[in-house]
Every structure is written in C-alpha cells, then in structure tokens.
C-alpha cells in the first residue's frame, strides 16, 4: 500500500495569513492526488484533484502542487470558513489511500 | 445536483453483520461513474473501504478483503455495503461517495454520512 504522511498534524493561524500543508507519499504517484476539506460534524468535500485542478465551486485561494512524492496545499488569505481539517488522498492506485489529515485552527 | 444518503442500523453487535445502503438521487447507479464506501473512527482519519462500477466490477481494502461485500441495486438506483464479524474496531461514521473516473476516481460527492457503532 502507498503511505500518505502528512505535516504538520496541526496548525494554528489568524485570518487573512496563508498556510501550506505537505502531503507526501511513500513512493511516486506522477500527480494522482487530491485534496479534501471536512468541517466539524461534516463529510469531507473535494477541493483539489489531479494535485493542482480546482473543483468547481472552490475559491481560487486554494492552490496545490507537486507531483511524484511530494505534494502541497496553500491556502492564501484564510477565510474563517476555511478552520478546518484537511486530507490528502492518492488515487494512483487500489487501496486508495488517505493522509492522517492537519488540523486548522484559528490562532 | 447529485445526493447520497446512507442508512442502516446504528448499534450492530460483536461478530455480527453490518448492513449499510446508499440511496443515489441526481445520478444513475448504472451510469459511467464509480461508487463507494469510506469509514472514519470517532476522531480518527479517513479509510477507503470498497468501489463498485455498473458492471459490478469491485475493487476492497485488503485490511478488510474477507469481510466486505459491496453490491448495486440499479432498479433502486442505490448501492450497498456488508462487513462480517464486526468488531469495536469497525466502530465509526460511514460515508458513501460518487467517484469520478475522469478525475482520478476521486470522491465527490459525499453522503453526510452515518454512525456505526459496534457493541453489546
């Protein structure tokens, strides 16, 4: 199984600031990855796919890149809505497989 | 605009089956998209379970490959799930998705997923 570890666990920051979450995989996986978003006591919602597409309907401060094992999300000028946990997910190959998730939480 | 809404029982005991089904409205079960379960354990992350395709073509979790079954139900336009000899380690919230192959396979949409809770 490919291992996705992601960094930090946590994170505090203050509306406005940006923050980059790192995903990266235990072997190369070109840029099959996408990002998702799940606010609390909610399912997870599609943000990024393919490392850098945008899901329709996500704002353009959501940014990714990378590709082969390493990977990251940016969120530039965070909006309150934006405080909450975020996950990592190859699709590469079966078993997909997710990152343990970083929590954003307001400073 | 594409629902999922799972069901099923909320309390399932020791080394018994859990049953979960996923009712699709929006989309055709038996369209070119994929479908599938995932789990999350009360403040824990999130583990791919199963993924079905119209043809009834599936691909499990290893960690699991024994115990689950995932099945379509086109003329209720709904999909299921089985796991054998639950476990409190099963324990969690349950989530359906739509996967999109163009995309990679990813999941979107998302049911609002359910509570599974494994106990006497």
């Known amino acids: 199984d490919i291992q996705m570890t992601q960094s930090p666990s946590s994170v505090s920051a203050s509306v406005g600031d940006r923050v980059t979450i790192t995903c990266r995989a235990s072997?190369?996986?070109?840029?099959?990855l996408a990002w998702y978003q799940q606010r609390p006591g909610k399912a997870p919602g599609l943000l990024i796919y393919?490392?850098?597409t945008l899901q329709s309907g996500v704002p353009s401060r959501f940014s990714g890149s990378g590709s082969g094992t390493h990977f990251t999300l940016t969120i530039s000028g965070l909006q309150p809505e934006d405080f909450a946990t975020y996950y990592c997910?190859?699709?590469?190959?079966?078993?997909?497989?997710f990152g343990q998730g970083t929590r954003l939480d307001i400073k | 605009q594409v629902h999922l809404q799972e069901s099923g029982p909320g309390l399932v005991k020791p080394s018994e089956t859990l049953s979960l089904t996923c009712a699709v409205s929006?989309?055709?079960?038996?369209?070119?998209?994929?479908w599938g379960w995932i789990r999350q354990p009360p403040g824990k992350g999130l583990e791919w379970i199963a993924t079905?395709?119209?043809?009834?073509?599936?691909q499990y979790n290893p960690s699991l490959r024994g115990r689950i079954t995932i099945s379509l139900d086109i003329s209720k336009n709904q999909f299921s799930l089985r796991l054998s000899s639950v476990s409190a380690a099963d324990t969690g919230i349950y989530y359906c998705?739509?996967?999109?192959?163009?995309?990679?396979?990813?999941?979107?949409?998302w049911g609002q997923g359910t509570l599974v809770t494994v106990s006497s």
């Open positions: 998705a739509r996967q999109i192959a163009p995309k990679q396979l990813v999941f979107d949409p």
């Open positions: 929006g989309s055709s079960v038996n369209s070119g998209y994929y």
């Open positions: 079905i395709f119209r043809t009834g073509s599936t």
């Open positions: 072997q190369g996986i070109s840029t099959s």
């Open positions: 393919t490392a850098s």
């Open positions: 997910q190859q699709t590469n190959s079966f078993p997909f497989t």
